[in-house]
Structures are given as C-alpha cells and as structure tokens.
C-alpha cells in the first residue's frame, strides 16, 4: 500500500533528523516549506517535496524509497531533481525544466531558497552567489510551467518573488 503524505512527512523527519540547513535551520522545515507550496498540485507533488533533498542528503535511495512505499511517480520525480555527480547544475535545471512535476518541485524549492530572511544569515558573498545562481535557475525553470502554477507556487512560499513574474 503506497505511504500518505503524513507518512511521507514522517519519513523525511526521521531521514533528515539532526541536519540543519545552511542558515542553522532544521532541515525537515525547508522540505516542509517546498511540500506546502506543492500542496495544490496534490499528493504526489506534496510527498516529491518532502523528500527532494533525501537520495542527495541522506542515506535513502530510490530503491529504499520504493521499498518503503513511496509511490514509483514520487521517487521518479525526487530522483529528477537529484544532484547528479558529473552533472553541472545549469544542465540539471535544464533537464528538470523538460519535466512537468519536477519543474514544480523544483520552483518551490528554489522559491524557498530565495528567501531574503533566509539570505540575511548567509555571509554577503554567499546570498550574491546564491541570488544568482537561483536566479539563473529561475530563468529556465519559469518559462517551463504554467504561469499561473509558478505564481501559485511562489505565492505560497515566497511572495517577494511575485515580483519578478
């Protein structure tokens, strides 16, 4: 029987336990976040959310996931916007933009990324290099959704963005 999105959520604390993110936050807030603004899009959007970052970060493969009930669409989607060795992250964005459920996951993650409160604890060279490297990511990533999807997505997590649409 496929896992919930509770069950999922689940699953990430307990993959993510301990870790905090690069401003000292813990980490399971930041997939929480990603999972709200997906919350539209429906259930598979919203597990793909909770566990985008968990094959890059944690010890779970997609073949742990799988076994664990996560639902075959959901891993496909979180193994899309993996982190591939080798792989340079303009050309991943590039190979997620021409993938409609990853795009979405990876929009709101980007969009949470983007947080200017988030930016604030990050020394100065950091937020400028991080700002543009999502920025760039942005570029491709926008024009490869629905524009009313990016604006719900991005109005979900980080309004400021709303801006640039």
């Known amino acids: 029987m496929p896992l919930t999105v509770a069950?999922?959520?689940a699953?990430?604390?307990?993959?993510?336990?301990?870790?905090l993110d690069k401003v000292g936050?813990?980490?399971?807030?930041?997939?929480?976040?990603?999972?709200h603004a997906l919350e539209p899009f429906g259930p598979y959007a919203q597990?793909?959310?909770?566990?985008?970052?968990?094959?890059e970060?944690?010890?779970?493969?997609?073949?742990?996931?799988?076994?664990?009930?996560?639902?075959?669409?959901?891993?496909?989607?979180?193994v899309a916007v993996t982190k591939q060795p080798g792989v340079a992250y303009e050309e991943m964005i590039r190979a997620i933009a021409g993938k409609p459920r990853a795009t979405l996951?990876?929009?709101?993650?980007?969009?949470?990324?983007?947080?200017?409160s988030r930016a604030a604890a990050l020394p100065e060279a950091d937020r400028a290099r991080m700002a543009a490297k999502y920025r760039a990511?942005?570029?491709?990533?926008?024009?490869?959704?629905?524009?009313?999807d990016v604006a719900t997505i991005v109005g979900r997590v980080n309004p400021e963005l709303l801006a640039e649409l």
């Not at 996951?105 to 200017?116: G, M, P």
């Open 25 to 35: 936050v813990p980490y399971i807030e930041h997939v929480r976040a990603v999972a």
């Open 11 to 19: 699953l990430a604390e307990r993959a993510h336990a301990g870790q």
């Open 105 to 116: 996951v990876k929009i709101a993650d980007n969009a949470h990324n983007s947080l200017a």
């Open 137 to 148: 990511a942005r570029e491709l990533l926008w024009p490869a959704a629905p524009q009313v």
């Open 7 to 9: 069950e999922v959520d």
């Open 47 to 55: 597990m793909a959310g909770l566990l985008h970052d968990v094959i």
């Open 57 to 78: 970060d944690t010890d779970w493969t997609a073949d742990r996931l799988r076994a664990a009930g996560v639902p075959a669409v959901v891993v496909d989607t979180v």
